[in-house]
T-cell receptor, first 115, second 111 residues
Framework: NAGVTQTPKFQVLKTGQSMTLQCAQD?????MYWYRQDPGMGLRLIYY???????DKGEVPNGYNVSRLNKREFSLRLESAAPSQTSVYFC??????????????FGPGTRLTVL | EDQVTQSPEALRLQEGESSSLNCSYT??????LFWYRQDPGKGPEFLFT???AGEEKEKERLKATLTKKESFLHITAPKPEDSATYLC????????????FGKGTLLTVNP
């Protein structure tokens, strides 16, 4: 199993350009998440999808949109990139459901620079 | 609002010098507390989940403990390969399984 995969690994954009970050998981997980990680800020949740067909805002959703394409895939779109969106983006997935807690498993990240 | 504070921000140890990392939290009903390890340029790697005060879990040189207000990650006789950033996160009941992360502790173990 590959776990959680993300493409691309690196990307450089100019201000105002758009792009889509792709994420896929092969663990048959129900929930998927997008985070950004900035120096000194820790991991912050952008959007999440608790189950196929649903999406919800996290802590820092402004400037982003998401699509849960199917159970495996969850994409993050920047419609008009800004320098403030320069960051490392991580996708995660978890089984979710049930009474217990729920472990999230992370992908390798996409390093995005907006000039 | 759920909050997680990790200390120290950075810790430098000599190989074999044991120490502990701290994670203090406030949460409206704890579902689970998670520890992750993150190497430079990589995604976080899951280490432990703790569910209730008094619980302990061990893996090689690492042991995680939990109280009602904080968690400790004890590192016994560390090796240089234990160098990484260690992240703590909490999951609250009714949060739709969302995690709130601390900013991490950067551990460096010198040979």
């Amino acid at each position: 199993n590959a776990g959680v995969t993300q493409t691309p690994k690196f990307q450089v954009l100019k201000t105002g350009q758009s792009m889509t970050l792709q994420c896929a998981q092969d663990m048959n997980h129900n929930s998927m998440y997008w985070y950004r990680q900035d120096p000194g800020m820790g991991l912050r949740l952008i959007y999440y999808s608790a189950s196929e067909g649903t999406t919800d805002k996290g802590e820092v959703p402004n400037g982003y949109n998401v699509s849960r394409l199917n159970k495996r895939e969850f994409s993050l779109r920047l419609e008009s990139a800004a320098p403030s969106q320069t960051s490392v983006y991580f996708c995660a997935s978890s089984e979710a459901g049930g009474q217990g807690s729920d472990t999230q498993y992370f992908g390798p990240g996409t390093r995005l620079t907006v000039l | 609002e759920d909050q997680v504070t990790q200390s120290p921000e950075a810790l430098r140890l000599q190989e074999g010098e044991s120490s502990s990392l701290n994670c203090s939290y406030t949460v409206s009903g704890l579902r689970g507390l998670f520890w992750y390890r993150q190497d430079p340029g990589k995604g976080p790697e899951f280490l432990f989940t703790l569910y209730s005060a008094g619980e302990e879990k061990e893996k090689e040189r690492l042991k995680a403990t939990l109280t009602k207000k904080e968690s400790f990650l004890h590192i016994t006789a560390p090796k240089p390969e234990d160098s990484a950033t260690y992240l703590c996160a909490v999951q609250a009941r009714g949060s739709n399984y969302k995690l709130t992360f601390g900013k991490g502790t950067l551990l460096t173990v010198n040979p």
